[in-house]
């Protein structure tokens, strides 16, 4: 709905405005991966599911939704607007959300963040522990906003 709101009124849209839907993308992101990687509200939510004999709501997807649609945006406003993209440092916003997405993706794969490593420093040597069917369905659903991130 933003996305079509944007489209329909670019032309009209001030500045601020922009940056409104902007902050909205983003809160919708923030919001919906804070939910799915809430464990007791998802167990929470599973068991009512049970209860009323109901399919477990779709967050992973709303999350991969949400991070999907932010990235298109973000990539529509540089290409619509490079003036107001510079000003407003959208790219650098783009970029952040790819790192984000990344991180989750590495966070949930079980694998640690690495942060640059000084010159002659060595790796170190870490077990790796195989994953379980949960976390495999959840990197597979994930996948395909990792590959749009990396695009």
Known sequence: ALMDLYKTHRESLTPLSVMILLETFSSICH??????SHAILQEKLHKVCLILEVSDPPSLHLENDSYQN????????????????????I??????ACEKILEIYLDCAGLPIQNQQLPGDRPKAKWVIPLGTIKKEELAA??????????
């Open 91 to 96: 790219e650098l916003q783009l970029v952040a």
């Open 142 to 151: 994930r996948t395909s906003l990792v590959v749009s991130t990396l695009q």
């Open 31 to 36: 919001h919906a991966h804070e939910m799915n």
């Open 70 to 89: 932010y990235l298109k945006f973000l990539q529509t406003l540089i290409d619509d607007n490079p003036s107001l993209s510079e000003d407003r440092g």
